[in-house]
């Protein structure tokens, strides 16, 4: 089962997912902004066999994936369901991947750092999050030279990543303070506590359905836990306002609110073309409708909206038909897999 298939109910569903990510480089290797190809493919295969061999766990755990032996399309999908960053897309230099069978743990390897650590687990779970990245982490610097400074700490290609090259992040869903006015002054008030917003796929991202990211910035003077502390407490008050702005909507609007859930539903019940835009905004609709009680689903079935939503995505969706659709097709293709997957489960 991959991590997004056991997204569940945290929080009231307003955390989606916990990420780590750790960045390191090697000694003796230019950063990937400046190296050859030559090195750059004599680094990429020494991380390779230093995450491999003789080893139980990884063998069994993990496969490695030449990313430029795969289509543009699965790099676009994997892309979708967070697997990789969407830089590391565009990257033409040699690199490869290092992927967890769940997809849960990515190691992209030449990336904007010679590694990148990712780790994801569903709903507020930074520390289960953090302890597999770290079990990677040693790992590999049991048989890598990372470039470290007693006073910098990890050296990195960005300067934002010095330290503890630790970025961590909670994925969350926010419909109703995006909804009510009151989400901009919120993102704007956390960057006074060394904290970003960015969208649903990270750095130059937009949010799509209500969802975004919240990461630190800092990592130079601090260490792992003081980073998941903070990151944790801000992210639980913007929970808290999320709530807040939810439950009165629905004693102050709810005639009005659960017409719009429920128009959403019955577009989604019906439509036979939906972009992915329109798709994300009806099921963050949805969604916001399931956990507050609105819409009920019947009997013992169940519902992953946020699977749903990375199923929709334009790559995911065009490797679910196996064939390549075009924008209008793929927009058919959303509309009827969303009415299967969505028609008879709620009442």
């Not at 565009?90 to 069978?101: E, F, G, V, W, Y």
């Not at 569903?122 to 982490?137: E, F, I, R």
């Not at 010095?162 to 995006?178: F, I, K």
């Amino acid at each position: 089962m991959k991590w997004y298939e056991k997204c569940n109910n945290n929080c009231n569903g307003v955390i989606i997912s916990s990420r780590i990510r750790l960045a390191r480089n090697l000694m003796n290797y230019p950063f990937p902004n400046s190296i050859g190809d030559y090195e750059a493919e004599l680094m990429v295969n020494q991380i390779n066999q230093a995450m491999f061999s003789a080893n139980e766990y990884t063998n069994d755990f993990f496969e490695l994936i030449n990313m430029q032996e795969i289509k543009q399309v699965e790099k676009m999908a994997m892309m979708e369901r967070h697997v990789i960053s969407p830089h590391f897309i565009s990257m033409k230099r040699p690199t490869s991947l290092i992927l967890s069978k769940d997809e849960s743990i990515s190691i992209m390897i030449n990336e904007e750092d010679h590694i990148r650590i990712q780790s994801l687990e569903t709903g507020m779970n930074l520390s289960d999050a953090l302890d597999n990245a770290n079990k990677v982490d040693d790992l590999l610097s049991e048989k890598l030279t990372y470039a470290f400074d007693e006073k910098l700490g990890f050296l990195t290609a960005c300067l934002t990543n010095l330290g503890t090259g630790l970025r961590a992040s909670y994925m969350v869903h926010l419909p109703a303070l995006e909804t009510s006015g009151q989400l901009k002054f919120l993102l704007d008030a956390v960057s006074k506590f060394g904290l970003t917003v960015r969208g649903i796929y990270g750095e130059g991202s937009e949010a799509q359905g209500s969802i975004f990211q919240i990461s630190n910035q800092l990592t130079l003077g601090v260490n792992e836990q003081e980073i998941i502390d903070n990151l944790t407490t801000v992210t639980m008050q913007i929970v808290d306002q999320e709530l807040v702005v939810r439950n009165k909507f629905l004693n102050e609007r709810r005639l009005e609110f659960e017409d719009a859930i429920y128009r959403s539903y019955g577009i989604l019940c019906n439509a036979r073309v939906l972009s992915s835009k329109e798709a994300m905004t009806l099921l963050s609709d949805i969604k916001l409708g399931v956990e507050l009680g609105i819409l009920n689903i019947i009997g013992d079935k169940t519902i992953n909206i946020f699977e749903l939503m990375t199923c929709i995505q334009p790559a995911n969706l065009q490797k679910i038909e196996m064939k390549n659709l075009s924008l209008k097709e793929r927009d058919i293709a959303r509309a009827d897999f969303v009415r299967e997957h969505i028609a008879n489960l709620i009442k």
